[in-house]
Structure formats: structure tokens, C-alpha cells
């Protein structure tokens, strides 16, 4: 028997399966996953529902579309440049989704196919074990749409990846293919990508049929080196926001939309 969580988001669904394995599937199928202002307010809370839920026991994130998921719709930003209040909005969600997938107590797994960006990116490296296929592209783009890295790059690339690489990776917005990311920690496994769903279903079943209160406790005890960066990642994630109100957001904005290289002034 399969329970699906009532979302008022058609961006993803969750199915929760009878094993306890609850299925969070970015959508749609074949199509290019986003997060509209409804979905990425959806996948904030989405974890502290889950974690609340008995009858689950581990997450699965994975994509239906040819991406995991490319982030937030342009008509979203396009209202933060112009809002405060769309800003602070954002920014109340963007601390909920970082500080739901850290506090949930349920390992999260995420299986990246194709591209992952935004808030896909971060739920792709905020979970606890990720696996990627060789073809995904894991793409933090925000200097290059001129505001700081804020969504969770600050907290937890310089664990995974080590400050240097992820400097390097941040600053200059370079994409990293799977097999790289793998190379430098910033993901837990590599495999090919038709191998990817299997794979990773497997590696959760075997969480689903562990001792919760061991799992828990490893992974709570792990996070308070995350938690001790959480000051790291307030600070960019207010740089991002104040940085969503000045005049090189607007051009970076413009920049994909006429698909040319931004010029800030």
C-alpha cells in the first residue's frame, strides 16, 4: 500500500511505501523539474512532516525528469529583485529547507540524474548519503547571476569538498560532472546513470531495515559539525538576499534570459 502526503505543489509528490521508504519525486515526468514560489515553499516544510511521520524510516529524493531539478522559476526571481517581501520570504524558506534536512532525524538519500541547481542542488548535497549518476551536472550558479552562493554552499561544501575546491567551484560557477564530484567528496558515490534508480534503491532499503535510534543518532551526532557552521551559512544567506536587490542581479538575470555572458558594472 502506498500513502501519498497531500502537497499543494505539482513540482514533486511524496509516496510512502509500506517498507517505510518514503519516495520524494521531483516532477514532471520526462519534463524539467523547477520550484515555483509554491513548490519551493512546499519543499521547505516537506521535512519536519516527514520526520513527524512513524511510518517512515528513510527518504528517497529522486527525479522523474530528464533533471533532478533546475531550480527556482525564473518568474520567482524575477519577483525577488523587485520585493523585499518575495525576498524575505525566500530567505525564511531557504533557513527551513536547510535546518529540516540537518534536524530530520530519517537518513535522506538522493539519486542526481542530469542537472541539479538551486534548491535541487541543495537538497542533492544536503542529504546524507547522495549518489550521482556520471552524466549529472551539479551546477551552483549564482555569481554568475550576481548575488552570493546563500542556499547552502557556505554550510556544507567546504565539509564535503574542502575549502579550496569549493572556492574554486563557487567563485568561478563551474560545473562539476558526477564522476568529478565523486573525485573531490562533494558526493558520496558515482555509478552510471542507467544503474542510478537501482542503486540507490538498494542503498535505501538497507537504512529502512536499520536500527532507527542508531541511525539517528549517528546522523545527529555527525551534524553538529554542520551545525557548527550554520553562522557561515547565515551570513550568505543574508549576502544573497541583499544582493537580489542590486543592479548586478538584474543584469544577471537578463543575461539567461537574452542567453548571453552578464556584464556587471
Not at 511524496?14 to 515555483?36: K, R, S, W, Y
Not at 512546499?42 to 511510518?55: C, H, I, K, T
Not at 564535503?160 to 567551484?169: H, I, R, V
Not at 557552521?229 to 544582493?243: C, I, K, R
Request: net charge negative; with cysteine.
Amino acid at each position: 500500500m502506498t500513502i501519498s502526503l497531500p502537497l499543494q505543489t505539482t513540482n514533486f509528490r511524496v509516496d510512502i511505501e509500506d517498507d517505510g521508504i518514503a519516495h520524494l519525486v521531483f516532477q514532471p515526468a520526462g519534463g524539467m523539474p523547477v520550484t515555483d514560489a509554491i513548490g519551493h515553499a512546499e519543499l521547505a516544510a516537506v521535512w519536519g512532516r516527514l520526520s513527524n511521520r512513524p511510518d517512515v524510516r528513510v527518504i528517497l529524493v529522486r527525479s522523474e525528469g530528464k533533471a533532478f531539478c533546475a531550480g527556482g522559476e525564473l518568474a520567482m526571481v524575477d519577483d525577488m529583485l523587485v520585493s523585499e517581501q518575495s525576498r524575505q520570504r525566500v530567505m525564511r524558506e531557504a533557513r527551513e529547507l536547510v535546518r529540516g534536512m540537518i534536524d530530520c532525524d530519517k537518513p535522506i538519500l538522493s539519486a542526481i540524474n542530469g542537472a541539479a541547481v538551486g534548491a535541487g542542488l541543495a537538497v542533492a548535497l544536503l542529504a546524507d548519503i547522495s549518489i550521482a549518476a556520471r552524466n549529472a551536472k551539479l551546477i551552483d550558479g549564482h555569481t554568475k547571476l550576481g548575488v552570493a552562493a546563500g542556499d547552502h554552499a557556505a554550510i556544507i561544501w567546504p565539509l564535503l569538498c574542502g575549502m579550496a575546491k569549493a572556492k574554486y567551484y563557487l567563485l568561478l560557477c563551474e560545473t562539476l560532472g558526477g564522476e568529478e564530484a565523486e573525485r573531490i567528496g562533494l558526493v558520496s558515490r558515482v555509478v552510471d546513470a542507467e544503474a542510478l534508480q537501482q542503486d540507490a534503491l538498494q542503498i535505501t532499503q538497507r537504512l529502512a531495515v536499520g536500527s532507527r535510534s542508531a541511525l539517528a543518532g549517528t546522523k545527529r551526532s555527525l551534524n553538529h559539525w554542520t551545525q557548527a557552521a550554520w553562522p557561515a551559512f547565515e551570513a550568505s544567506l543574508a549576502a544573497e538576499m541583499m544582493d537580489f536587490s542590486q543592479e548586478d542581479a538584474r543584469e544577471g538575470v537578463l543575461a539567461i534570459k537574452e542567453k548571453r555572458v552578464p556584464v556587471f558594472k
